[in-house]
Nanobody, 120 residues
Framework: EVQLVESGGGLVQPGGSLRLSCAAS????????MSWVRQAPGKGLEWVTG????????SYLDSVKGRFTISRDNAKNTLYLQMNTLKPEDTAVYYC?????????????RGQGTQVTVSS
């Protein structure tokens, strides 16, 4: 059974930083690309960033480029999202998602999410 468990969310002031983690189990983590997607209040799901299975290729939503960094540790089956210079518009529930292949924005599983609130 695929399990994805996010952690690290919270309340942060504008300009602050957070690091999200996602612990993966139930599949061969090193064989699949991974993504972070988010859902802001009253809005649909939005893909934010993705990384390929080997951790070499990365892609970002334009609005987070230069502020967010996705990374992974295949030895620990863990995905990360470092978020810097956070803005109120980054407020959302953040989900990690398992890609359908080694490098794809399409995903077939996602976790339960962790809330990120950016507010003064």
């Amino acid at each position: 059974e695929v399990q994805l468990v996010e952690s690290g969310g919270g309340l942060v002031q504008p300009g602050g930083s957070l690091r999200l983690s996602c612990a993966a189990s139930g599949f061969t983590f090193r064989s699949y690309g991974m993504s972070w997607v988010r859902q802001a209040p009253g809005k649909g799901l939005e893909w934010v960033t993705g990384i390929n299975s080997g951790g070499v290729l990365r892609s970002y939503l334009d609005s987070v480029k230069g502020r967010f960094t996705i990374s992974r540790d295949n030895a620990k089956n863990t995905l990360y999202l470092q978020m810097n210079t956070l803005k109120p518009e980054d407020t959302a529930v953040y989900y990690c998602a398992k890609s359908i292949s080694r490098w794809s924005q399409e995903y077939d599983y996602r976790g339960q999410g962790t809330q990120v609130t950016v507010s003064s």
